[in-house]
T-cell receptor, first 117, second 115 residues
Framework: EAQVTQNPRYLITVTGKKLTVTCSQNMNHEYMSWYRQDPGLGLRQIYYSMNVEVTDKGDVPEGYKVSRKEKRNFPLILESPSPNQTSLYFC????????????????FGAGTRLSVL | QQQVKQSPQSLIVQKGGISIINCAYENTAFDYFPWYQQFPGKGPALLIAIRPDVSEKKEGRFTISFNKSAKQFSLHIMDSQPGDSATYFC??????????????FGKGTKLTVNP
């Protein structure tokens, strides 16, 4: 089954304690991204990656890091989480084939709900 | 600056009624307009999409209407059902080799269909 898998689904942590949210896709997609979803603000892109070792900032990158060492994995790292990073996070992937056809179809994971106390 | 404005924020419709969600954009470089549907506890999933060279696209009970001159597009859900209750996001992306990977989302509309 084609899917984007995020872990953990739920996470409660404290301010300043480093954490990593993992994301893996089995569709051999080149493009991956991270979003955060907040009430009334919709989905905002944090970081994206066009391929292995190629990443770039989205709209709200402050306080986050990413890496893309393998094509299937795109972890999101919060080095020093703060309460304003409490949110619902989604990983998504897209294929270059679709993007070349100007069809930006993003496949989303089920989400990670993060609470920073 | 919000590039895609979506309204209403929430919508309550009776079963069998028509649900209408509207979006407006400013960037004329946008060339692909998808709608995503999100159920509670799930990630968004592509519902239907349109390009500006057509004015309407229909898939089952879901129809996108597109008005290029007004820079507006809307989602119509005919014969709305309780199972359609979800949050709907409109989005837009550009048709270019660099930038087509960037998808800009509206803020979402929470649709509730009462039985």
């Amino acid at each position: 089954e084609a899917q984007v898998t995020q872990n953990p689904r739920y996470l409660i942590t404290v301010t300043g304690k480093k954490l990593t949210v993992t994301c893996s896709q089995n569709m051999n997609h080149e493009y991956m991204s991270w979003y955060r979803q907040d009430p009334g603000l919709g989905l905002r892109q944090i970081y994206y990656s066009m391929n292995v070792e190629v990443t770039d900032k989205g709209d709200v990158p402050e306080g986050y890091k990413v890496s893309r060492k393998e094509k299937r994995n795109f972890p999101l790292i919060l080095e020093s989480p703060s309460p304003n990073q409490t949110s619902l996070y989604f990983c998504a992937s897209s294929s270059d084939r679709d993007l070349a056809l100007a069809k930006n179809i993003q496949y989303f994971g089920a989400g990670t709900r993060l609470s920073v106390l | 600056q919000q590039q895609v404005k979506q309204s209403p924020q929430s919508l309550i419709v009776q079963k069998g009624g028509i649900s209408i969600i509207n979006c407006a954009y400013e960037n004329t470089a946008f060339d692909y307009f998808p709608w995503y549907q999100q159920f509670p506890g799930k990630g968004p999933a592509l519902l239907i999409a349109i390009r500006p060279d057509v004015s309407e696209k229909k898939e089952g009970r879901f129809t996108i209407s597109f008005n290029k001159s007004a820079k507006q597009f809307s989602l119509h859900i005919m014969d709305s059902q309780p199972g359609d209750s979800a949050t709907y996001f409109c989005a837009a992306s550009t048709d270019s080799s660099r930038g087509s990977e960037k998808l800009v989302f509206g803020k979402g509309t929470k649709l509730t269909v009462n039985p």
